[in-house]
């Protein structure tokens, strides 16, 4: 359970976020929409505690994030996977050694490593590719060896920063269908994303933030026409359709 | 745990095989630090037993009598003495007595003044004196007798050596202290370098959970070893230089001053202790300070 308590953040003069609360459950699969610079990186910060709240409470299961010391964070983040736009994978280790990677610095034991990766790897389903350094695989190989590593670590929530940003829309779908997967097994899914053909196809909730505020929040389509972000514009705010 | 050990050492040697260049230009530096620090500890160490020695003197107050003064006279100064109460102890030193003693002193070398034609050393009484200030008062008591031709205390020579040794010490604290930072900066620089091209992967370990001592080991290991390295290439040279000090100087002219040389053995040891913790110190806050940055969250 993630919960946002009246949350603001202002970086000087800007808006990180305004007064903005939210309650994702459990098991969710949530869509952070909105356009550059709306807030969504800085909601995924605040609950990473990568920043802290200027005011406001952020929990995390029973863990309220504001409170935590330094040497809790790692705890905190142990808790949260991450996938980014750009995957992030170490290239000079094989796709088994940067998801074991992730289980080292946990200090699993070589043997839980030697059982876990190749499930997970098959999970995500690129069991074959283990021993591939990342520059020998496609795009979206490269997005399922970073979802590996996400989630190797069982985390109670899988945070998806723009995942099929860089992707083309057949591999990006496999990519979506393969964080369903993962969402069915009981992980919440949080994903920041622009792709509008996504968002409408897949049908789930969908919190936009605009100027730090979040402005929708409800199940269905990503509430902008044509895909295009309304960046504040008055007259686009007619079509969230609600 | 004998593993992890093992391994954390492998990942502190791949961490300054990263980085070679950088590596031994920190160990060298180090090493010329810990060298010019060894070498003023070596004098220093010296220097303080030579003012323990002379310590041993600093309570005793020497009388020398005029050779007209027979022993009848000096016993009864000697009687007198004893009666004040700073005295501890005032003793009758005939020549005789005094030049044996210098011999036993020289020891092989003593032959030497046995081709002395007569002895140049005149009767003494040595007296020993609870304190400084008995010495003070000794000495005026011992200009009112007759027949005294030098009174000699070592007050003032003692004071001047423990002057001359504590602003030593203070210089070499303040050399030191400019020594080490120095180092420190060389060392983190070294460091740096390798957490740069590892930042990545720094990034990657924090999301994923790593604490930030677990990302700072290999490093923080990287560093220390340098620092164990120098100290241990540092106090090998200090230790070569000082044994060939001792052979060539403790044996014979010291022995003549009557100080005598802190062996090299001992010296080596505590030196050994001393260059492994500074080093190893220096490592260590060096690989921290250039991961602070990286660290912040």
Known sequence: ?242 | MGTSFVCVLREGFKQIGRNKGMSIASVFSITAMLLILGIFFAFIVNVNVAMEAAKQDYDTVQIYLLDTTDTLMAEEMVSDLNDMPEVVEAVYIPKETALEAWKAQWGDSGYLLDSLSENPLPNAIEVNVADLEGADVVVEKAKTFSGVEDILYYKATVEKLISITSSVQIATLIMMLFLVIVSIVVVSNTIKLTVQARSREIEIMKYVGATNWFIRGPFLVGGMLIGLISAGISCGIVALIYQKVVELVGSDLLLIIGIPMVPAPFLSWNLAAIFVALGVAIGASGSIVSMRRYLDT
């Open chain 1, 1 to 242: 359970m993630i919960e946002y308590e009246n949350v603001t953040k202002y970086y000087k003069t800007n808006v990180g976020l305004e007064d903005v609360s939210v309650r994702i459950e459990n098991g969710d699969f949530v869509f952070l929409v909105g356009p550059s610079g709306a807030g969504k990186s800085t909601f995924i910060k605040l609950m990473l505690k990568e920043l802290d709240a200027d005011s406001g409470i952020i929990r995390f299961g029973d863990m309220e994030v504001g409170k935590l010391s330094n040497r809790e964070v790692p705890m905190l983040r142990r808790g949260i996977g991450i996938v980014f736009q750009d995957f992030r994978l170490l290239p000079k280790k094989t796709a088994f050694e940067n998801v074991a990677f992730a289980m080292e610095i946990v200090h699993c034991t070589r043997r839980s490593i030697k059982r876990q990766v190749p499930q997970v790897l098959s999970l995500v389903g690129i069991e074959d590719k283990g021993d591939k350094y990342p520059d020998e695989l496609s795009a979206g190989e490269q997005q399922r060896v970073a979802i590996a590593r996400a989630i190797v670590n069982n985390p109670a929530v899988l945070i998806a920063d723009e995942p099929t940003g860089n992707l083309d829309p057949d591999t990006a779908w496999g990519i979506m269908r393969l964080l369903e997967r993962i969402n069915n097994r009981g992980t919440t899914v949080v994903m920041v994303t622009h792709a509008k053909d996504i968002v409408d196809r897949m049908n789930k909730r969908v919190i936009a933030i605009e100027n730090g505020k979040i402005i929708r929040d409800d199940v269905g389509s990503y509430g902008y026409d044509h895909g295009l972000y309304s960046l504040g514009e008055k007259g686009a705010l007619g079509n969230y359709g609600d």
